[in-house]
């Protein structure tokens, strides 16, 4: 077994080129992910913003609406109504707020699947 010291260390060279190779790809893989969830974070709240904005805004001049048109008739029974419809739809939404909370993020799902086949080819046997 009388192997070229050459033939190995140009074994070994190539060897290491393809782990730096595989590495770098993974790098590039992690950061689009990760400037990827960070636009989608970024819209998420510029969009929620804005719809909170202007759903307030509408909700409250709706409500004010309503209770001058009924400021005659049932001004308390507008009040309450509206009033109810408030804290129910902010109860409904801190709901929704804890949910997603904690349902967490998929950040870097599709690396830890790629490095899960890279181990994978590399030991021969699928792990769980």
């Given at each position: 077994?009388?192997?070229?010291?050459?033939?190995?260390?140009?074994?070994?060279?190539?060897?290491?080129?393809?782990?730096?190779?595989?590495?770098?790809?993974?790098?590039?893989?992690?950061?689009?992910e990760t400037e990827e969830e960070a636009a989608r974070?970024?819209?998420?709240?510029?969009?929620?913003?804005?719809?909170?904005?202007?759903?307030?805004?509408?909700a409250v001049f709706l409500a004010v609406f309503l209770?001058?048109?009924?400021?005659?008739?049932?001004?308390?029974?507008?009040?309450?109504?509206?009033?109810?419809?408030?804290?129910?739809?902010?109860?409904?939404?801190?709901?929704?707020?804890r949910r997603l909370a904690r349902q967490g993020s998929?950040?870097?799902?599709?690396?830890?699947?790629?490095?899960?086949?890279?181990?994978?080819?590399?030991?021969?046997?699928?792990?769980?």
């Amino acid at each position: 077994m009388s192997g070229n010291p050459a033939s190995l260390l140009a074994s070994l060279r190539g060897l290491a080129t393809n782990g730096v190779g595989l590495l770098r790809t993974r790098l590039e893989l992690l950061k689009v992910e990760t400037e990827e969830e960070a636009a989608r974070v970024v819209g998420l709240l510029l969009w929620g913003f804005v719809a909170v904005l202007f759903g307030c805004a509408g909700a409250v001049f709706l409500a004010v609406f309503l209770t001058v048109l009924w400021w005659e008739s049932h001004r308390l029974l507008a009040l309450g109504v509206f009033a109810a419809l408030f804290v129910a739809t902010a109860a409904v939404a801190a709901g929704m707020a804890r949910r997603l909370a904690r349902q967490g993020s998929r950040l870097f799902a599709a690396s830890l699947a790629e490095l899960r086949r890279d181990e994978e080819a590399l030991s021969g046997e699928p792990r769980p």
